[in-house]
């Protein structure tokens, strides 16, 4: 009752349109979703893998929320809409994450052991966003939507594009539960083309200065 009191209050946090715990309770899937998995995962580790695999899929039915019996969930877990969300086996998810519909922790291929990303605590994975292999994303990290993450992201940075590239958030302190933003995200590469185009713009206006000055 503990747990199911903080993942409450984690959604009330997080969600602007959460009126009282009683609402989220009874409404929310993901919340229905995350109990069904405390059943399936005790199942799973009590070798009733069988049950553990009803139960998850009755959940997927009901709630449009796939997450394998075998993948860990920390505390105060938090699915926003929730949708297409899939979860594989080997996933482990920290304390305080937050996840959006369409989001999948997934493996590459057909490998034994573990094959699916670990996120770290207070991470959020933004809609769309497919995380996928046996790698970890740091602390305090966030992966933007519809981003493809292939390898580790360190604490503390951001993840944006198809593959996805690193940005770090230097020396600023995050916090998602007040603060959730998935769209303004900083892009590396987009930073590095205004700079160019900047920097083209400066060349073609000196070149034209050079040609009006030679006819002159």
């Not at 503990?2 to 919340?31: C, H, N």
């Not at 920290?94 to 990303?117: A, E, N």
């Not at 400066?202 to 040609?211: C, D, H, I, R």
């Amino acid at each position: 009752m503990t747990r199911l009191g903080e993942t409450l209050a984690a959604y009330q946090a997080r969600d602007p349109a959460a009126r009282s715990k009683l609402e989220i309770f009874l409404l929310y899937p993901g919340v229905h979703a995350t109990i069904y998995h405390r059943i399936a995962h005790f199942l799973y580790c009590h070798h009733l893998k069988f049950l553990a695999r009803f139960v998850s899929q009755w959940s997927r039915f009901w709630t449009g929320i796939e997450i394998h019996p075998g993948a860990k969930i920390g505390r105060r877990f938090v699915i926003d809409h929730g949708m297409g969300i899939v979860i594989g086996e080997t996933a482990e998810v920290g304390d305080d994450c937050l996840i959006y519909h369409g989001v999948t922790l997934g493996g590459t291929g057909k490998d034994q052991g573990k094959r699916h990303p670990t996120l770290g605590n207070n991470v959020m994975v933004s809609a769309g966003a497919k995380v996928l292999g046996p790698f970890k994303v740091g602390d305090n990290s966030r992966i933007a939507s519809n981003a493809v993450v292939l390898s580790e992201i360190p604490p503390d940075a951001t993840a944006v594009g198809v593959p996805a590239r690193v940005v770090r958030i230097a020396g600023e302190k995050v916090n998602f539960a007040s603060s959730v933003d998935q769209i303004h995200i900083t892009d590396p590469l987009q930073k590095e083309l205004q700079a160019i185009t900047s920097r083209l713009e400066f060349v073609e206006q000196l070149l034209e200065e050079q040609s009006h000055g030679s006819h002159d």
